[in-house]
């Protein structure tokens, strides 16, 4: 048996279609969808992510603003998202990751209004989510759920099991399954006896940042695994938390690293950029002003 291969370049081109569809309702009556980033590192890696979140933006016709601030403090990182949260013509804020020394990152992300935390970084967020309230979810735990509905993977009454419990993936995930119907198991690295819960499962999902940590042995026949783990190996690889080789010719299916969960990512955020902006666009409409003035 051969896995099939829940690649995740269809998916991101699903969203990257119904983005376009929309941005076109939103042009024709007259309002441009609008990101914004805040970068406070001259971190390499970090800036070629944020480059491509801008090609990935002007390619839907959306705008990108990117503020460079290296070194900022606290209060003028606070600062920068509260102008942003009274910017109207601002509809989604990123607060990019890493910041500087001594900044602290859970004070800065409660300060994002959750109508334009498009990246699901402010805890009310997570709070709205788990009592089944409109909020977005961060993007990698949403880009799970995408590939597993494009590829039409059953979830409801399926037990999944998500190994991993950050506020990124594990813990908001949990919450978009359970809206599935799903039966969910959260596990983590104080777990005992991890592979009682994943051979128990008909969905694996591994988000624990430790490579080759699933193997064969720990995977249940015909079961769906999805691999978030981004992780560098001896010989300077990227590779995931599951152990492609040997998982592969014993499950159903598998989503690779690299071309999995991290290629949805960027086209999810455009996508929640833009919803945020149609329904800006909505309230404007029912009110009956001008959008001229609100480009």
Known sequence: MTARRLGGKPVAEEIRARTAHLVQDLNRDGFTA????????????????VRSIERAAAQQGVDCQVLQMP??????????????????SVHGIILQTPLPEGVDTAVLVQLIDPAKDIDGANPLSLGRLSVGQPAFAPATAR?????????????????????????VVGKPLAQLLLQRDATVSICHSRTPKLADFTKAAAITVMAVGRANLLTAEEV??????????????????????????????????????????????????????????????????????????RR
């Open 34 to 49: 609008k990101l914004a980033v805040v970068m406070a590192t001259g971190n390499e890696a970090t800036a070629w992510y």
């Open 143 to 167: 880009s799970v759920l995408e590939i597993l509905e494009h590829y039409r993977i059953p979830l409801s009454g399926q037990h999944v099991a998500v190994v991993g419990r950050s506020a």
């Open 71 to 88: 070194e900022a403090s606290q209060d003028q990182l606070a600062a920068a998202i509260t102008a942003l949260n009274n910017d109207e």
């Open 220 to 293: 249940a026949d015909c079961s769906v695994v999805i691999d978030v783990g981004t992780n560098v190996d001896e010989e300077g690889q990227l590779v995931g938390d599951v152990h492609a080789a040997s998982v592969q010719p014993k499950v159903r299916a598998l989503s690779p690293v690299p071309g999995g969960v991290g290629t949805v990512t960027t086209s999810l955020l455009i996508w929640h950029t833009v919803q945020a902006a149609a329904k800006v666009c909505e309230s404007i409409m029912w009110r009956g002003e001008p959008m001229a003035t």
